[in-house]
């Protein structure tokens, strides 16, 4: 199994930064893939940012631009780099990984973007 916690969310003005860390329970090196999607009141769970253990790199394209998706090896953990804040990014995000076939989810991070 694979336990995921996130950190880094809280409240930000727009146009602000945040940086989301999510840290695995074993070594990144073994997942397949991680990322990062969010949920806002009422809507559906999106996809934000996906990282692969082959570096490839897919963002959801209200994200582009904005959102750097980046991992550090050795702290077995996956960062989401938030800058240009708007209210629409205020979500609760979720780290996400897939290791052997199963997928695996964070409890989230709230994040809220409003002034």
């Known amino acids: 199994q694979v336990q995921l916690v996130e950190s880094g969310g809280g409240l930000v003005q727009p146009g602000g930064s945040l940086r989301l860390s999510c840290a695995a329970s074993r070594s990144i090196f073994t997942i397949y893939a991680m990322g990062w999607y969010r949920q806002a009141p009422g809507k559906q769970r999106e996809l934000v940012a996906t990282?692969?253990?082959?570096?490839?790199?897919n963002y959801a394209d209200s994200v582009k631009d904005r959102f750097t998706i980046s991992r550090d090896n050795a702290k077995n953990t996956v960062y989401l780099q938030m800058n240009s804040l708007k209210p629409e990014d205020t979500a609760v995000y979720y780290c996400d990984a897939v290791w052997l076939g199963h997928e695996y989810w964070g409890r989230g991070t709230q994040v809220t973007v409003s002034s």
């Open positions: 990282l692969t253990s082959g570096s490839n790199i």
